[in-house]
Structures are given as C-alpha cells and as structure tokens.
C-alpha cells in the first residue's frame, strides 16, 4: 500500500512575507509526500536502489555503507550493532540493531527523493531483550542541506518482515529516525532503499515566493492533516 498525505485548510488573515513564505512551503511540502508499506509498489514507483548490510563493527557510533553514513543520534551507552550476526531469520543476511532506544540518523552522500527500508519489531520472537514489551512508535525527519522537508510517524505489526518507505518532491540528504514511544527492546533494519526522480525539486528559496506577500493575498494556511488511503 501506499498513502498520499494532504494538507487543505485556508483561513484569511495578513500574514508577514516571512509567514507566509514557509507556510506557503510547509502546504507544498505535505502534499507531495506518499507513503509506503509494501516494498514493491515502492520500487517500481521509485527504481529506488538497495543497499545490502554488511558487517561494520559491533558496538560503534557510525560507519558507511555506499554513499549513506549511519550515526547513532544519542552516542554512549547506546551504539550501532552491524557485527554480522543474523538477529531475527525474518530478515535475509545480517541485520542491524541498536544498543538501547533505536535512534539514529543517516547522512546521504548525494541528495535523494525516495527512501526506505526493511523492519522488523519483534514481541514473542527471540532477543526482544526486554522482559517488559512496548510496541514503538518512530518518527521519521528529513531534512536538505540542514532545512526541515517533511516528518511522519509509524509503528508496523510485530513477528513479520515489515517495510516502511517514503518519496518527496522534494531532495533530501539527511533522514533521521527516532523512537519516541520504546525503550530498549529491540527492533531490527534490514536493506536500506534510495532513488531520486529527476523531476524532484530542492527547497525553494524564500525570493522565489516572497513576491506573493505584495498582491494582498492574506492567506495564511493551517496545517490540518488528512490521509487518504487507497491500495495500488
């Protein structure tokens, strides 16, 4: 499946040029985001190409796989696992897994607009490592050149093999993903997917926009999200 995320409340008011500028971005910004979680349907929209784990050191702060640097996002206890050990048999090859709550950022050597990968929350397979389970909740950022593109939540069902991808409009070159509702029971990533569209666009700058502040729009837009559904 696949979810476009949409954006439609306006309201009248006059809004600053700066307002309305990244209010402006913001509405564009949530339209052109969709949503996957079916591998599938994500790379024949995408052609996105796959970057396969191999080993990198257990117990480490960051290494690099083709052009994507990994970090963890809270160094020390917590670290990156990619030591070749295969943590749940529902993930072809070796799998990587986080010392304590899994977040961590990735760094894209060159700017992308599509972006996924394999995922797998265990609750009664082995090595939940936690004798208390809470089903997660993560949040996924991305950002270009250190500027916010769009963000979203989800959770996926625990004891299968799960994918979780998305596509912008927009480039990005820096995705950031955090568990805001877990701890230190463990979920396990698999390949990591990217691709970029030619069409795609960078973030646009505020004198591409600004002109609208001076026709008297006084428009603001209020951010109220809808998702609508529907299957390929």
């Not at 979810?3 to 402006?24: A, D, G, Q």
């Not at 996105?48 to 480490?60: D, N, W, Y």
């Not at 070159?173 to 691709?195: H, L, P, W």
Request: aromatic share 14%; glycine share 8%; net charge negative.
């Amino acid at each position: 499946m696949k979810y476009k995320c949409c954006n439609l409340r306006f309201e009248f008011s006059i809004p600053s040029v700066i307002l309305l500028t990244s209010l402006l971005f913001s509405a564009k910004s949530a339209l052109s985001l969709t949503l996957y979680d079916d591998r599938a349907s994500f790379l024949n929209d995408t052609s996105a190409a796959e970057t396969a784990l191999e080993v990198k050191g257990s117990g480490v702060e960051i290494f690099t796989l083709d052009n994507l640097t990994f970090t963890i996002a809270r160094p020390s206890p917590e670290t990156l696992n990619l030591g070749g050990f295969d943590w749940t048999t529902r993930l072809p090859g070796i799998d990587l897994g986080i010392n304590g709550v899994e977040s961590f950022n990735i760094d894209l050597g060159d700017p992308v607009n599509s972006f996924g990968f394999d995922f797998v929350e265990p609750e009664f397979d082995p090595f939940v490592n936690s004798p208390v389970f809470i089903d997660s909740t993560f949040e996924i950022t991305f950002l270009n050149s250190g500027s916010l593109i769009n963000s979203f939540q989800f959770t996926r069902p625990n004891d299968i093999a799960t994918f979780v991808g998305f596509s912008s409009e927009f480039i990005f070159d820096r995705v950031e993903i955090e568990e805001i509702v877990g701890a230190a029971e463990n979920e396990f990533f698999g390949s990591f997917y990217t691709g970029v569209d030619s069409n795609s666009e960078s973030v646009p700058e505020p004198s591409l926009i600004v002109g609208y502040g001076f026709f008297g729009l006084g428009v603001s837009l209020m951010k109220k999200s809808r998702v609508r559904q529907f299957k390929k």
